[in-house]
């Protein structure tokens, strides 16, 4: 079995900050890419940001500059800093890890977090 689940989401005043983390656990061998993701009420679910295991990244457009996404390969660990909030930045935020369960399989699946809310009031 894998598990991967979100931690640090809340509510902050505009303008604040918060850091959100990820930890993939269980049966693995291998974690290439961990992002995050964000789904507000009504729309769809969108990319924020992505790590390789080599510490390469991509962003949002709208987000580069206030978030910034890290790692820990040894915990298998990801984080989301978020700098200067805004209210449309309320969302719930995903994360997924795309892991390799053992030697035997080259096969990388993906695997997503149940996601924590992150509620920004003006």
């Known amino acids: 079995q894998v598990q991967v689940v979100e931690s640090g989401g809340g509510l902050v005043q505009a303008g604040g900050s918060l850091r959100l983390s990820c930890t993939a656990s269980g049966n693995i061998f291998s974690v290439n890419v961990m992002g995050w993701y964000r789904q507000a009420p009504g729309k769809q679910r969108e990319l924020v940001a992505v790590?390789?295991?080599?510490?390469?990244?991509n962003y949002a457009d709208s987000l580069k500059g206030r978030f910034t996404i890290s790692r820990d390969t040894a915990k298998n660990t990801v984080y989301l800093q978020m700098n200067s909030l805004n209210p449309e930045d309320t969302a719930v935020y995903y994360c997924?890890?795309?892991?390799?369960?053992?030697?035997?399989?080259?096969?990388?699946?993906?695997?997503w977090g149940q996601g924590t809310q992150v509620t920004v009031s003006s």
């Open positions: 790590i390789t295991s080599g510490g390469g990244t």
């Open positions: 997924n890890a795309d892991i390799r369960r053992s030697y035997s399989s080259t096969t990388y699946y993906r695997y």
